[in-house]
């Protein structure tokens, strides 16, 4: 039986009525939350001088002014006390791997009763001590996609303390090559079983598949292993593995959908062909020579050196917590790799900070700074590196590496002065992420 108009008007009626609140009120607006905070010295645009006593004005997590002087806060607003101290925007990592532990030996022990679930949670902690050592922003190039991009997602939502991470997922690589552990014992390898990621591929064809596959599992920057590697388990040298073709198919497929490409490479030779091919990051260079370096130089392709890697793999190595197949990698490239990264910052190569951390401890990537100046590069320069020339290099020149009206506050301080003494890195005092206070030391 049908209903009769008026009667079921008067239903909706009813029925919006129960819904509705009894009088309709305009929701109250936020008062926005302002921050005042106060630096003895402030380094607000790296490679500029650095300014005297200042104040940063944040609103609702985006800085709105930077002036010169202690600037008192208006009533209603929050003070940021950081007396003496020298104040810099937060850091920024390009290589770095949070769910790998950086204590080979526990890794090795724990391996037969670890899960997925276990490296997610440790990978939770790896970004709070990574947060907490002053680096706000990091690119995380190689992990399991999918646990990399939850805790990207979560950290994003302000549900876990941690820097902004731009992820990469699985490492592409040819089989047998770098990225393909496949050969291992899958039992004990289980947590990053390589078939699960469909991240091998042979042919430039494949090589396209593979990166679409990364994108898929959520990767915002692609990584792929242009040369052997120290750490896997490969007796294959340092040498290109992947050829010019799959390259060239695998970076122009990435540009298509909008990524930058990072090459894991050591031997000049596959440097070469990855620059040739367009990739945008060389991440250790440990054998570059002149020709290479003039290549990059012409490409404007960025090194991001990893100084900290080769030192830490050569002492693990050395003391048996590694398969004998690394050993010799790792002492090759140990020896290269400083003359490597003297003569490219020598001749002018656009340098970014990484530190493959990882394979270090979390939350000891500032350890780098000290070797990029011993490599030759100026405290100003290094700190450039981790800082605007990280920005460019990623491509968020808006919203990374500065303080400066409408960028994120992110936000560190030191004791001391950096560009004097660049260890003081090293002993961060104050972190601010996005607005919010996550560390400060009394």
């Known amino acids: 039986m049908r209903l009769a108009r008026p009667a079921l008007l008067a239903g909706f009626a009813a029925l919006i009525a129960f819904a509705a609140p009894a009088t309709a009120q305009t929701p109250a607006k936020s008062q926005p939350k302002v921050v005042y905070l106060h630096a003895g010295r402030l380094l607000d645009q790296p490679g500029k001088p650095a300014r005297g006593a200042s104040t940063v004005v944040i609103t609702d997590g985006v800085v709105t002014s930077v002036s010169d002087g202690t600037l008192p806060a208006p009533a209603g607003a929050t003070t940021v006390e950081l007396g003496d101290a020298f104040v810099l925007p937060g850091l920024t990592d390009l290589h770095v791997h949070l769910f790998s532990d950086g204590d080979p030996m526990r890794e090795r022990l724990e391996a037969a009763t670890r899960d997925r ?64 552990n496949g050969g291992l014992n899958e039992e004990s390898y289980g947590a990053f079983a390589p078939h699960d990621y469909n991240n091998l591929c042979n042919g430039a064809d494949d090589c396209r ?11 915002q920057v692609i990584k792929f292993a242009a040369t052997g590697g120290v750490l896997s388990n490969v007796a294959g040298g340092l040498g290109q593995q992947m050829t010019d073709e799959e390259m060239k198919a695998l970076i122009e497929t990435a540009h298509g959908f909008g990524r930058k490409v990072a090459a894991h490479s050591h031997a000049a030779a596959g440097t070469m062909a990855a620059v040739n091919a367009g990739v945008d990051t060389i991440d250790h260079g440990t054998f570059l020579d002149e020709p290479t370096i003039k290549a990059m130089i012409a490409h404007g ?16 190595a050395r003391s048996g917590l590694f398969p004998p197949a690394i050993l010799p990698k790792a002492e090759a490239a140990g020896a290269a790799e400083r003359k490597s990264h003297e003569l490219a910052i020598k001749m002018g190569v656009k340098i970014a900070f990484g530190t493959d951390t ?38 968020r020149e808006g919203s990374v590496g500065r303080i400066a009206p409408g960028m994120p506050a992110d936000i560190i301080a030191v004791h001391g002065d950096p560009l004097s003494d660049v260890t003081r890195l090293e002993h961060v005092d104050f972190v601010m992420k996005r607005g919010a206070v996550v560390k400060q030391a009394p």
């Open 358 to 395: 990882g394979v270090s401890r979390h939350g000891d990537n500032a350890r780098e700074f000290a070797l990029m100046v011993r490599a030759g590069m100026t405290p100003m320069a290094a700190i450039a590196a981790a800082t605007v020339n990280a920005a460019e290099a990623l491509g």
């Open 301 to 316: 392709t960025w090194l991001v050196p990893t100084m900290l890697a080769p030192e830490t793999a050569v002492a693990q």
């Open 117 to 180: 679930e276990d490296y997610a949670y440790l990978a939770a902690q790896h970004a709070r001590q990574t947060l907490e050592a002053g680096f706000t922003t990091v690119r995380d190039l190689g992990g399991p996609p999918r646990g990399i991009r939850a805790l990207r997602d979560a950290i994003d939502a302000g549900e876990l303390p941690g820097p902004t991470i731009i992820n990469a997922g699985q490492m592409i690589s040819v089989s047998g090559g770098h990225g393909d």
């Open 209 to 219: 598949r593979a990166v679409r596959e990364q994108i898929r599992l959520g990767a």
